[in-house]
Nanobody, 124 residues
Framework: QVQLVESGGGLVQAGGSLRLSCAAS????????MGWFRQAPGKEREFVAA????????FYTDSAKGRFTISRDNAKNTVYLQMNSLEPEDTAVYYC?????????????????WGQGTQVTVSS
C-alpha cells in the first residue's frame, strides 16, 4: 500500500513558478514509477510528467517540456514537480500517482495509487 499526499499548489501569476511535492508513505516507494497528472474543470485527467523508480528516465507531455521538471528523492519518499513559466492553461488540480510497472506512463489506468490533489491556479 502506498498513500500519497500532494502539497505546494496555490495561486500564481502567469510567468511565475511553483514546486509541487508528493509525500508517499510505505517502505516500497522506491520501486514505483511516479507520475503527475492534472485535471481542469470540465476536462479529463491528463498526463503531465513521470519518473521511473531510479529516476533514470523522465517523461513529459509536450506542453510541459522545457517548463516543468519532475524529480524524486527516494530517501525522503517524495516526488517533486517544478513548474516554471506557468500559463493560465496550466490551471488545474494536480495529482500524483504511483505505478508498479506501467506499460505506458501516460495512461491513468496504469497507476495503482493516487493522491487527493492540489489546486494550481495561474492568473493572467
Amino acid at each position: 500500500q502506498v498513500q500519497l499526499v500532494e502539497s505546494g499548489g496555490g495561486l500564481v501569476q502567469a510567468g511565475g513558478s511553483l514546486r509541487l511535492s508528493c509525500a508517499a508513505s510505505g517502505r516500497t516507494f522506491s520501486i514505483y514509477t511516479m507520475g503527475w497528472f492534472r485535471q481542469a474543470p470540465g476536462k479529463e485527467r491528463e498526463f503531465v510528467a513521470a519518473i521511473t523508480w531510479r529516476g533514470s528516465s523522465t517523461f513529459y507531455t509536450d506542453s510541459a517540456k522545457g517548463r516543468f521538471t519532475i524529480s524524486r528523492d527516494n530517501a525522503k519518499n517524495t516526488v517533486y514537480l517544478q513548474m516554471n513559466s506557468l500559463e493560465p492553461e496550466d490551471t488545474a488540480v494536480y495529482y500524483c500517482a504511483a505505478a508498479r510497472n506501467p506499460a505506458r506512463v501516460g495512461l491513468t489506468y496504469e497507476y495503482d495509487y493516487w493522491g487527493q490533489g492540489t489546486q494550481v491556479t495561474v492568473s493572467s
